[in-house]
């Protein structure tokens, strides 16, 4: 009876010792959260350096585009908001590639395109040509390493998350700064035509920043089997990309999301306010006096700024009593401020005041676009959350420009593009308030169930 009992205890124990160590066995789907995370995160540094400094310091090619091609500010802003715009609309076709072939197959694919289509449109005979090449088709290709590059962060990392996405994203601060004097300087040596094609060289480069993007394990998901009416399996037809694109970006948990749904609303008017002082300091600084060098500069300090902006952001939004939404509220609201006050501008340092409110501010709203995602929608719908919001910012960043543009073309007054900038600004940071008190009500009522 006595061995019976020892014999009990001894198999209870290797029970115990067994449960033991199945439980502090690493979970081989959970985010690296650093090691080669690190890589991958510096790779996605690099291609939004490229990307969105080149479609941040389109405002330097603006004149001598226009000079080239005969034609006024709205037509030569429509081809900066077309490029601008056609990144983030592909983005939910993006969203849909990276969840087919993942993210190191899209992006190489994407720094292809984008170096062939930059480089063919310096051969564009007319604004149109011009606009299909380095608008659409080099867009395209942008959209194409955009996605990947937020993405790729997002799955390496889990605590450190808002941080590595932070830094990554910071790319587009520093691009701008670094592309937007290497482009004056390009255009006084090798002219227009020179300038892109050095640009169409840095896209194909970022091949390299694909290829670092290893393809993590996916925790396999259960397949569901549908039955027709007589009880047999039904064998999976051929998908239409396009229904499939609309399911994914259209899924139902997104689209009833109501914090996600005014979060999306709330991008439409900032990304439209975002883009329109880009378009105009330039031209702005230099018809108060200022030289086109120190004009063209002043973009760059936007850059160093949201760099530092978005390093800082991240870390903040990391801290457990941050909300990735309240930070976005903050920092749209009180970026609305500068544009408003970009117009009183006389002397070069009050200029260089404004931007660095601007693109400090300006800077956590991108920074944290990946958590706040996260944050309302889950980690299973970052991608095609994030092509949706990207789809949005978009079509916002396509229509923005022009709309300014025109404004200006029909009042004769460039201040008021600034007005119309800080008027979505705001707009978009009360919308952005109100998906944070969405928020707040589901996670209460929630507890309460």
Known sequence: MADMKEKEKEKNEAGAALLNVEETKPDPYAAPDGGWGWVVMMASFTCCLVLDGIAYVFG???????????????????????????????????????????????????????????????FSPNVFVLMLLFSILAGTGLGLMYVPAVVAVGHYFDKRRALATGIAVCGSGAGTFVLAPLASFLLIHLGINGAIRVFAGLCFACILCGLTMKPLPKKPEPKEIDMDAEGNEEKEGSTNCLKTVLVTACSPKLMTNVPFLLLTFSNLFATQGLYIPYMFIPALAESKGISKVDASFLISIVGICNTLGRIVSGFVTDLPCVNALVVTTIALGVGGIAPLALPFCDDYWHFVLVCVMFGTFLSAWCAVTSPAIVDVAGIDLLTSGFGTLTFVRGFAALIGPPIAGYLVDQTENMDNAFYLSAALLFTSGVICGFSWIAQKVIANKRSKA
């Open 60 to 122: 330097v090619f603006l004149l001598p585009l226009m000079e080239k091609y005969e034609v006024d500010n709205a037509t030569m802003s429509g081809v900066g908001s077309v490029l601008s715009g056609t990144i983030q609309l592909v983005a939910p076709f993006v969203a849909l590639l990276v969840n087919i072939f993942g993210t190191r197959i899209v992006c190489i694919a994407g720094a292809v395109v984008s170096a062939v289509g930059f480089f063919l449109s310096t």
